[in-house]
Each structure stands twice: as structure tokens, then as C-alpha cells.
């Protein structure tokens, strides 16, 4: 029986408490595979929750709008200092809220309203905020859109460099949500120059991998690189920005302006965007990022693609087709799109089972974006738990078997989330112990 870890909580509020103690017995029999969704570690709760939830600081650090905030500028430079050094970045900025606010800021500080700005849109595996038009990227923002080979699944070097010759972005941005193979950033940067566009990497997605030395590291090649926290590195729900300090690009877009950079990322971020930081979720960035820099944590980010390729290999030998045959990383994303059946009535069959992710565009997907054909699943949360490769082959044999009895699920569902339970009781899961 886990003792409880919210005493005030349960006194005060035992309708919300009971809620929360749901969600953990929830997620302590099930397999939570989202890739987006991980266990932050129990020093990051602490921290999330420490009396620096109580703290104002709007500004910078030696730059505030208050006093009383020495120690609050220790803690933030200690987090862009982590930030910088985990990816050998010039320049970090630890404020933005999430991953879309972060996005946001890198629009307003290197393009206006209207310019053109080419990226994957949300069918062909990428974020809202690359453009698609019902995010304020594609309102205030002229979409290239650009994706994968829908027969192959893969991005095609070429066909992206003849788009950005055509189009001549202001900006192009590289990353993903769904796409499960290495992104090329030497080649997106030789297209980005020879157009004169900024070169923006959003890897909110594989920031593990590239930490863990498996994905390539976009940071020498780009002008900005956004991201988030609370995916692979297992940290509080935010954002942050990594970029260079000099503007290569300034004389051209910028002549005017006396802000390099760094400071026009600043700038967007705050005043531009937001007011006051959260200095607890900073705080708690902070403690991810020194985590995130030890030998353990890159073995846990090799074993994530380890498993994600396990997995793969598993259903393919059972006959399922996989976008781009396979991956690299730590998602996969199966293709129905010649089954009779979709992606959402496999992603609520697996939900029922104890196998959460979610359906998914694939690309050139036929069905409607709230059908789809796809279903994407990861490992990151698994990993987190200490599962390997002999769980993957054992998760191949519970998908299959819910894929092979949908039509006579309940039955199926119920003895597999079973003993998906029992696995789970094997692998507790990271944060509610304290032990990790």
C-alpha cells in the first residue's frame, strides 16, 4: 500500500485528494505509453511544489521589477547555466512556460506577422505551433508545409531543399511529434543558408536521446532550439530556449535593431509574452538538468531507443505495418491504413486493455483527423520504470493479441489488463516512493 504523500491535501480537500489517488493507482497498473508523457523524479515534485510557488520576480536575473530576489536569480542562473552546458548552447532562457509559449517567443523574435515559415504540419507528424492553421502559427504566419514520403514514411532532403528554393521562408523549422526516424540537421542547415532562413529545431520530443548521444544534437547547427521539460527529461511541465547570441542574419531582417539574438529571445519571452516567471518550475528544471547530465541518465536515454526498436521489431514480425518501417528513436507509429478498422478504435481498445497512447495521423492519412489511421506509441515512460527489452516482447504479444479481438473485446481486455497489472506491480512507478 503506497503511504500518503498529501496529508494537508486529504485534510483539506479529500474530494480532489481521493481524485489524485485515483490517478495513481491509474497509473500504477497500466502502460503509459504516450510518448510525450513520462515520471518526473520525486526531487522535481519537491521542487515543483517548494515554497518558490509563493515567489513574484518578473524580469531577469539583476534585472528585476522587485526586491528581495537574490536568491532567486541564484536559482535561475543555475538552471540557464545546467541548460546551456547539458547541450553547449550560447545562450538559454528558462522562463518560457511550456513548449508552445517557447515556440511562440521564436516567431516574435525572428520573423513578422505574415512571413512565410515552412514546417510539418500536424497530419505529416508535427506541432501545432510549426504552422498549422488553426494555431496562431498559421494564422499569424504563412505555412510551406513540408513532410514525409507517404510511401515511405521518410522526409526527403531534396524535395524539402527545391520547397525552401521556391518559397524562401523566413524561417524553417525542424522537429516532430510523430516522425520516428534521426532528423538530419547538417542538411536542414545547408538549406537554410543557401535561402537565408533561420533554422529553428523543436526537440521537445527527443532531448533524451540527443543527451544520451543517440539523436544528433541540433545546437551547432541552429539559430534557436526550443523545447520542453517535462517529456524525456523528466522534469516539470515547461519550456525553454536554447540559441546563439549573434544574429547572423541581422543585417538582412533586423538592421536596425540594436538587440542581438539572445536579447530579442529575451525580449519575446518577457515583456512580450509573459509576465512573472513560475521560479518553482524553474527551480525544478534545474534539478532535471542535473540529472539529465549524469552517466544514468544517458543509459536510461539509450535504453529508451533500445526498447522503442524492440518493440518495433516485435510488430513487424507479427505483420503490422510501421510509418517509415521502423525507428530510431522513441516513438512508433503503426499504419492502418489498409485495415478496416482505425486508429481510434485501436487506441480505445488498447486503453481498455491497460496500453494508453493515442491514434494518430499517418502520413497521407485518408481517414479525418479525429478518426485517423494511425496509432503512436512510445517508450520513455517504461524505460523510466526499468522495463526492457523482454517487456517490449511481451507489450508486442498484448497488442497483437487486442488488434486480433476487437470485435470481442471485453473478454481480451480484461485478462490482458490483468496481467498488465501484475507486470506494472513488478516496475513501481518513479515518484510516489520517492525512490528514484
Given amino acids: 500500500m503506497v503511504a500518503d504523500r498529501s496529508p494537508h491535501l486529504s485534510k483539506v480537500d479529500p474530494e480532489l485528494a481521493a481524485m489524485l489517488h485515483k490517478q495513481i493507482r491509474m497509473e500504477s497498473a497500466t502502460l503509459k505509453m504516450i510518448p510525450s508523457e513520462n515520471f518526473a523524479q520525486f526531487a522535481v515534485l519537491e521542487a515543483t511544489g517548494s515554497i518558490l510557488t509563493n515567489k513574484y520576480c518578473e524580469g531577469y536575473p539583476r534585472?528585476?521589477?522587485?526586491?528581495?530576489?537574490?536568491?532567486?536569480?541564484?536559482?535561475?542562473?543555475?538552471?540557464?547555466?545546467?541548460?546551456?552546458?547539458?547541450?553547449g548552447a550560447e545562450h538559454a532562457n528558462v522562463q518560457p512556460y511550456s513548449g508552445s509559449p517557447a515556440n511562440h517567443a521564436a516567431y516574435r523574435a525572428l520573423a513578422e506577422h505574415g512571413c512565410k515559415v515552412m514546417g510539418?504540419?500536424?497530419?505529416?507528424?508535427?506541432?501545432?505551433?510549426?504552422?498549422?492553421?488553426?494555431?496562431?502559427?498559421?494564422?499569424?504566419?504563412?505555412?510551406?508545409?513540408?513532410?514525409?514520403?507517404?510511401?515511405?514514411?521518410?522526409?526527403?532532403?531534396?524535395?524539402?531543399?527545391?520547397?525552401?528554393?521556391r518559397e524562401r521562408p523566413r524561417i524553417i523549422w525542424?522537429?516532430?511529434?510523430?516522425?520516428?526516424?534521426?532528423?538530419?540537421?547538417?542538411?536542414?542547415?545547408?538549406i537554410a543558408a543557401e535561402v537565408e532562413a533561420y533554422l529553428v529545431a523543436d526537440i521537445a520530443h527527443i532531448n533524451g536521446l540527443i543527451v544520451a548521444g543517440v539523436h544528433p544534437n541540433p545546437v551547432p547547427y541552429c539559430d534557436v532550439v526550443t523545447s520542453t521539460s517535462h517529456k524525456m527529461l523528466r522534469g516539470p511541465r515547461a519550456g525553454f530556449i536554447l540559441s546563439k547570441i549573434e544574429d547572423r542574419y541581422q543585417h538582412k531582417y533586423f538592421p536596425n535593431s540594436k538587440l542581438n539574438l539572445?536579447?530579442?529571445?529575451?525580449?519575446?519571452?518577457?515583456?512580450?509574452?509573459?509576465g512573472g516567471p513560475h521560479m518553482n518550475v524553474i527551480a525544478a528544471m534545474a534539478v532535471a538538468f542535473k540529472e539529465a547530465a549524469t552517466d544514468e541518465f544517458r543509459a536510461y536515454g539509450q535504453q529508451v531507443q533500445r526498447n522503442a526498436r524492440r518493440l518495433a521489431e516485435r510488430l513487424l514480425e507479427r505483420g503490422y505495418q510501421l510509418v517509415s518501417g521502423g525507428t530510431d528513436n522513441h516513438l512508433i507509429v503503426l499504419d492502418f491504413r489498409d485495415r478496416p478498422f482505425s486508429g481510434k478504435q485501436v487506441a480505445e481498445a488498447l486503453a481498455a486493455a491497460g496500453i494508453i497512447c493515442n491514434f494518430n495521423m499517418v502520413p497521407g492519412d485518408p481517414r479525418k483527423p479525429f478518426v485517423t489511421s494511425g496509432v503512436r506509441m512510445g517508450t520513455p515512460a517504461l524505460t523510466t520504470m526499468g522495463m526492457k527489452e523482454a517487456e517490449m516482447d511481451?507489450?508486442?504479444?498484448?497488442?497483437?493479441?487486442?488488434?486480433?479481438?476487437?470485435?470481442?473485446?471485453?473478454?481480451?481486455?480484461?485478462?490482458?489488463?490483468?496481467?498488465?497489472?501484475?507486470l506494472c506491480a513488478q516496475f513501481p512507478i518513479p515518484g510516489i516512493r520517492g525512490d528514484r
Avoid at 72 to 77: A, F, K, N, Q, R
Avoid at 135 to 151: A, E, I, T
Avoid at 155 to 162: A, C, F, M
Avoid at 262 to 274: E, S, W, Y
Fill in 394 to 422: 511481451l507489450i508486442a504479444k498484448w497488442i497483437d493479441e487486442v488488434c486480433r479481438h476487437l470485435d470481442d473485446l471485453d473478454e481480451t481486455a480484461g485478462r490482458i489488463r490483468g496481467e498488465i497489472a501484475d
Fill in 174 to 190: 525542424v522537429g516532430a511529434t510523430s516522425y520516428p526516424r534521426i532528423l538530419d540537421y547538417e542538411k536542414f542547415a545547408e
Fill in 262 to 274: 539572445a536579447r530579442r529571445i529575451d525580449r519575446a519571452v518577457f515583456p512580450g509574452l509573459q
Fill in 120 to 165: 510539418m504540419p500536424v497530419p505529416a507528424g508535427g506541432h501545432l505551433t510549426h504552422g498549422w492553421g488553426v494555431n496562431f502559427s498559421g494564422s499569424d504566419y504563412l505555412q510551406v508545409p513540408y513532410g514525409p514520403d507517404p510511401r515511405t514514411g521518410m522526409l526527403d532532403y531534396d524535395q524539402i531543399r527545391e520547397i525552401a528554393r
Fill in 63 to 87: 534585472a528585476r521589477y522587485y526586491e528581495g530576489n537574490e536568491i532567486v536569480d541564484e536559482i535561475e542562473l543555475l538552471a540557464i547555466q545546467r541548460a546551456k552546458s547539458l547541450f
